[in-house]
């Protein structure tokens, strides 16, 4: 089982099934001069050092194809090979990145970190559990994705906040 954001490719090889749909968010301490917008933009960043996971992107997914073509460049970033890592940073306030909600929800809930939209209208990603398609449908494989949707909604307290707000029906 692979958890993706992705674009469903047309392969009979892979099962696609969607989990729901979680934005991408800028990430900072709560103390950073961008906790204080309602969004961030490439301009808001100014000369923020921005930390990126992962190192190496998919054809297509590379931060440009995700976030558009930065109007002003991102003049400061560093690759990082974990989103542990970028959390921590992010955390001790050197910097700013861009993650998944669900993956720092537990952290801004704590108030540790604050999220904040890409853009005035945000950036959702479409969240998938894929498997191989010759994976026997009462398998292994399809009973961990049915556990993975039967968890997707998102909850309300602890750290059961991970979760979609828009989850797959």
Avoid: N, Q
């Avoid at 991408?24 to 990126?52: C, K």
């Amino acid at each position: 089982v692979s958890l993706i954001y992705a674009r469903p490719a047309v392969s009979r090889r892979f099962r696609w099934r969607r989990l729901g749909t979680d934005p991408l968010v800028a990430v900072m301490a709560p103390g950073h001069r961008l906790a204080a917008l309602p969004h961030v933009t490439s301009e808001s960043l100014g000369d923020d050092r921005v930390y990126l996971y992962p190192v190496a992107a998919d054809p297509g997914f590379e931060w440009e194809a995700l976030l558009g073509a930065p109007t002003a460049p991102f003049r400061r970033v560093t690759t990082m090979p974990t989103p542990e890592a970028v959390i921590d940073l992010v955390r001790a306030g050197f910097g700013v990145s861009f993650l998944s909600r669900w993956a720092v929800e537990p952290e801004c809930a704590a108030g540790a970190l604050v999220a904040r939209p890409i853009g005035p209208g945000g950036l959702p990603l479409d969240w998938w559990a894929v498997t191989r398609a010759e994976e026997p449908k009462d398998g292994p494989a399809e009973t961990v994705v049915d556990c993975f949707l039967s968890h997707a909604p998102r909850r309300r307290t602890g750290l059961e906040t991970l979760g979609f707000d828009d989850p797959a029906p």
